[in-house]
């Protein structure tokens, strides 16, 4: 069915009801690199999750222990400004991106994409048959083939979600969950169930509308492009006016290079018609480039009606790589950078938290003798066990009588221990007094802290 003309939405015929979309695949040079690159990125997709750095999974998102581990570091709910450093960079880097190269992350890296037109797609095919003109469906479909495309989508579907929550849960996990019986883990089973479905329902239901209607990204496109942005653009001044040529057709001599066949159309992935100008919809996946080059070499027109290239650039030849925003975005790119690397380095392979212990602040059980609890929480952010000396330095009388000295934590791991701290009365002004708690593990962590303990207002 052709495109509506007072359309919404690419994915919606005119009288409301869904417009699927069987896009054909032509050969060509950007469909190389862009199979290429989608297997190399569905490999690791894959791995990733299985990879180990300095003993830590290379990426996983622990939500509920509220911990995100990226290239072997791992970030807490309390590394604040590491994190605000990252997302920061992240949402410059993809401005910079966009505003250099439009949505080249869209059509080429994001999940999504390869995953629907690398691997769906290309099954859909091979049960259906190869998509006819104006996004037909394949002819050889049956509904016994229908069945049967279903279930591999569902098998695959099923390994998807096992990578996507080896990404939240861990490898190790995930292969626990695997080998038990479901009645074991119940919770668990249903949220591999409710994943399965989700993936099932966007890559064989919902499709390219996650990118038209659910994905921020593509709204605030416009905003990031500019004149000079590179685009997937058709040269209206080459291919206008267009029309088909043939015996029939008188005008032919005055046509312009668009021979109208549509193909530009028939292979775009999410419905547009490239030659309506920039649109929203353009995932920039190059398919149309491919097709129209394929158009052209056919009827002996040089390539790249459709082609990479900017609004100026399109209008009268000229366009400027150098700009304001290509000079900021990179500038302000490398400030955060710079910063997120000097405050990563400095960071000190454990974090110690001192509390005050729970219940009363002090007791006075021995004439002159004030004692009270102090609560070490110490996370091993390194990536091997570790052994943790409490002390207080500089004691004027102070010590630690009790609790678990030195804490030994696992790596990766955090504990909490409460120790006791035996103080002469004679220390307390004012009701407190500050002393420095030493915390170290024997090896490149050693730092001091300053704790106030509290105890009677006269010391005497
Ligand atoms: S218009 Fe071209 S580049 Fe844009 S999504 Fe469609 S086929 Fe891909
Ligand atoms: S593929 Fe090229 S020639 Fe064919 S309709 Fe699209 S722009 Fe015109």
Not at 283 to 300: L, N
Request: proline share 6%; aromatic share 10%.
């Amino acid at each position: 069915m052709p495109l509506a003309k007072s359309r919404v939405l690419s994915t919606l015929n005119e009288d409301g009801t869904r417009r699927w979309l069987y896009p054909r695949v032509f050969a060509g040079r950007f469909l190389k690199w862009r199979r290429l690159l989608a297997w190399v990125l569905l490999g690791l997709f894959t791995l990733v999750p299985y990879v180990r750095f300095q003993g830590k999974p290379l990426v996983l998102l622990d939500i509920p222990a509220r911990e995100f581990t990226i290239l072997g570091f791992t970030f807490l709910p309390t590394d604040t400004v590491l994190l605000a450093l990252l997302l920061v960079s992240l949402i410059v880097g993809i401005v910079l991106v966009t505003a250099l190269c439009g949505r080249l992350w869209c059509g080429w890296m994001c999940p999504q994409t390869v995953y629907l037109d690398f691997v769906y797609r290309p099954l859909e095919r091979l049960f259906d048959g190869p998509p006819g003109p104006r996004h037909t469906p394949g002819k050889k479909s049956t509904p016994v083939r229908s069945v049967l495309k279903y279930a591999v989508f569902l098998l695959v579907s099923a390994f998807l979600a096992h990578t996507f929550l080896a990404y939240f849960v861990g490898v190790d996990r995930l292969v626990q969950w695997v080998r038990q019986s479901p009645f074991e883990h119940p919770a668990s089973f249903l949220v591999m169930l409710a994943v399965t479905g989700l993936m099932m329902f966007d890559f064989s239901f919902f499709r390219e509308q996650t990118c038209l209607v659910a994905c921020p990204y593509g709204r605030f496109q416009s905003v990031m492009l500019d004149r000079d942005s590179l685009i997937v653009s058709y040269d209206v001044k080459r291919g206008e006016p267009r029309g088909k040529r043939g015996a029939g057709n008188r005008d032919a001599q005055s046509l312009g290079d668009c021979v109208d066949c549509g193909l530009c159309q028939d292979t775009c992935p999410t419905g547009i018609d490239i030659r309506d100008g920039l649109q929203m919809e353009c995932i920039a996946c190059t398919q149309c480039i491919d097709a129209c080059d394929r158009m052209m070499d056919a009827v002996g027109k040089p390539r790249g009606l459709v082609r990479f290239s900017s609004q100026n650039r399109m209008a009268d030849g000229r366009g400027r790589l150098i700009r304001p925003r290509v000079i900021i975005y990179p500038s302000l790119l490398a400030i955060t950078l710079s910063a997120l690397f000097v405050v990563l380095i400095g960071k000190q392979p454990a974090d110690v938290t001192l509390l005050r212990g729970m219940g009363v602040p002090f007791t006075e059980l021995v004439p002159g003798e004030v004692t009270s609890q102090i609560r070490v929480k110490i996370k091993n952010r390194s990536g091997r066990d570790a052994d943790y000396r409490v002390e207080i330095v500089d004691a004027d009388g102070v010590k630690i009588t009790e609790g678990t000295n030195p804490i030994s934590v696992s790596a990766g791991q955090s504990r909490t221990e409460t120790l006791s701290i035996a103080s002469p009365k004679s220390v307390f002004v004012l009701g407190r007094h500050d002393i420095k708690v030493r915390v170290t593990d024997g090896g490149k962590f050693d730092r001091q802290y300053t704790y106030r303990l509290v105890g009677p207002q006269s010391g005497t």
